[in-house]
């Protein structure tokens, strides 16, 4: 089951709604050890109505890039109030990533060490381009203040995405990059072969304070 519009795991939600999910394609390159294409994607049961609490958000385009901190924001439920819970958080680059910790591959997004610890694995990683809030990374290892936390980056998932989604395509931005020569995910150098992404099964799916505004992004979900 998904739920969408919850604020709380511990107690009402006035907002929320459910769905049922059919169908999960997950990517069948999947290695558990490295955590490479850890992404999936969820059909539901039935459309969802957006709302105030409930809004769609733009996917990073495979010419993204996201440099060395870049400012970004992480939602989820804190471990220990279980409301739900956004904290700023600066991209780590990628060569700096990989130089600290061992085992941190070019498909994987860092952000910084925080003493926020939203433990929501599969949330978004989100950042805002002009007016448009977009979705760069799908969270997969929480780091809280010890390690990094990462994230499966979106855009390199693109052609996969729009080749696995039926009915109104997603809609896709790219992100500018002020300095390349600070570059944290390299766009594909051939059409990605990796899966589509999963919205976020928990929290909403945009920052509470600026839900995106770009039409062409009403289709995601």
Not at 34 to 51: G, H, M, Q, W, Y
């Amino acid at each position: 089951v998904v739920y969408l519009g919850r604020n709380s795991h511990s107690g009402p939600s006035p907002n929320e709604v459910s769905r049922t999910v059919v169908n999960i394609t997950c990517h069948p390159g999947f290695n558990s050890s490295t955590r490479e294409n850890d992404i999936c994607l969820l059909k539901l049961s039935a459309p969802v109505n957006f709302t105030d609490y409930i809004r769609p958000i733009c996917l990073a385009s495979q010419n993204s890039t996201f440099n060395n901190e870049t400012s970004s924001w992480a939602i989820g439920f804190d471990v220990i109030s279980n409301n739900l819970q956004e904290a700023n958080v600066p991209i780590v680059g990628n060569s700096e990533c990989k130089a600290r910790y061992p085992g941190i591959t070019d498909s994987i997004i860092c952000t910084r060490e925080t003493a926020s610890c939203l433990l929501s694995v599969g949330a978004p990683l989100m950042t805002q381009s002009g007016s448009v809030w977009l979705q760069s990374g799908v969270l997969i290892v929480p780091g809280c203040s010890v390690t990094p936390t990462t994230y499966t980056p979106v855009s390199q998932y693109q052609q996969w995405i729009s080749d696995t989604v039926t009915g109104t395509p997603p809609g896709f931005v790219t992100f500018p990059s002020p300095d390349s020569s600070l570059q944290t995910t390299a766009p594909p150098t051939a059409a990605p072969t990796t899966p589509p992404t999963a919205p976020p099964t928990a929290p909403p799916t945009a920052p509470p304070t600026a839900p995106p505004t770009s039409p062409t992004c009403v289709g995601v979900f």
